[in-house]
């Protein structure tokens, strides 16, 4: 099985950064697209960017030209950078893998918070 474990959240005050990251016990970033999706209290599920294994790119409308996903395949990590965040943004940031043969892998969740 693989175990992905994310990092890097915390608090900020609005306008600020963070940059989570999401490390796969083995490499599996060539062969399965990585995705962030989001959960904050009383909201559904959102899928907010995904790297596919060609490497393009894509995120949802709400955080266009603020958060750049990118990943990093010798290290086996994900990452999410975030800028100009907006209390809008507080969740819990969970990283996934989604390859082939049926295979889907989640991360345990990283709490951002953004103080208005």
């Known amino acids: 099985q693989v175990q992905l474990v994310e990092s890097g959240g915390g608090l900020v005050q609005a306008g600020g950064s963070l940059r989570p990251s999401c490390a796969a016990s083995?490499?599996?970033?060539?062969?399965?697209?990585a995705n962030w999706y989001r959960q904050a209290p009383g909201k559904q599920r959102e899928l907010v960017a995904v790297?596919?294994?060609?490497?393009?790119?894509h995120y949802a409308e709400s955080v266009k030209g603020r958060f750049t996903i990118s990943r990093d395949n010798a290290k086996n990590t994900v990452y999410l950078q975030m800028d100009s965040l907006k209390p809008e943004d507080t969740a819990v940031y969970y990283c996934?893998?989604?390859?082939?043969?049926?295979?889907?892998?989640w991360g345990q969740g990283t709490q951002v918070t953004v103080s208005s």
């Open positions: 083995r490499s599996i970033f060539s062969i399965c697209n």
């Open positions: 996934n893998a989604d390859c082939l043969g049926a295979r889907n892998y």
């Open positions: 790297i596919t294994t060609g490497g393009g790119t």
